[in-house]
């Protein structure tokens, strides 16, 4: 089974290399999708640069919107999602969220940061429903529909739709990884924004789930 990785970027040239060089060289991926969402920097140049597929979306519309253009085009029969923020991502990290779906041991993995920062760490530790980094069997997402309109939560929206199908998560670790804070992508006053609106949206799609 070949697995594609799906990078949704909205505005990442400084971080993106960071997640795609890792991903060099590993035999089971057979494609990566970068999709830029309505970026206005050189997120797309940068991904070209390492010989990634790049969708370049006219304008933003939004986390999930952006994994749904990458999946509509991904050619595997498995499914890697992955944020385009990552700080410490290894090739191991890698292997170790494709394994258990290639080898059929489960369904779905969710990685969760472990010992890389406190604030990222305990945030997956208290919601791990939250994780951008998740490998699934591309089939199992055909019933799913709310990839649009529950923005930052889609992560959450995918954790219920396999709860609700009774899909195999298996958590995996994801030793001294985390991910760039959006106060430091955008400032404190801009990235508090951001926070609470991703907060809402999260907290919207766990109450449709309950």
């Given amino acids: 089974m070949s697995v594609s990785v799906v990078i949704p970027a909205y505005n990442e040239e400084k971080y993106i290399s960071n997640v795609l060089a890792p991903l060099q060289g590993i035999e089971e991926i057979c494609e990566i999708i970068v999709v830029s969402d309505g970026s206005a920097d050189h997120t797309a ?10 969708i370049e979306l006219p304008e933003n519309i939004g986390k999930g919107g952006a994994m749904l253009a990458g999946l509509q085009q991904a050619q595997g029969e498995i499914i890697l999602f992955l944020d385009a923020d990552l ?6 990290h890698i292997r170790d969220l494709i394994a258990p779906v290639l080898n059929k041991e ?25 994780s951008g980094q998740r490998c699934i069997r591309k089939e199992l997402l055909d019933g799913f529909d709310e990839w649009v309109n529950c923005g930052f939560g889609v992560e959450t929206a995918l954790t219920n739709y396999a709860l609700n199908k009774n899909l195999r998560i298996q958590q995996v670790r994801l030793a001294e990884m985390t991910h760039v804070m959006k106060e430091e992508k955008y400032g404190l006053v801009r990235g508090l924004a951001y926070r609470m609106k991703m907060y809402w949206q999260i907290v919207r799609n766990l109450r449709r789930g309950a």
Avoid: C, H, N, Y
Avoid at 87 to 92: A, S, V
Avoid at 108 to 126: P, V
């Fill in 45 to 54: 140049v940068e991904a070209l640069k390492w010989s990634a597929a790049v």
């Fill in 87 to 92: 700080i410490g991502l290894k090739p191991e």
């Fill in 106 to 130: 489960a369904d779905m993995t969710l990685g969760l940061f472990d010992s890389g920062r406190i604030r990222t760490d305990l945030a997956q530790l208290l919601a791990p429903s939250l």
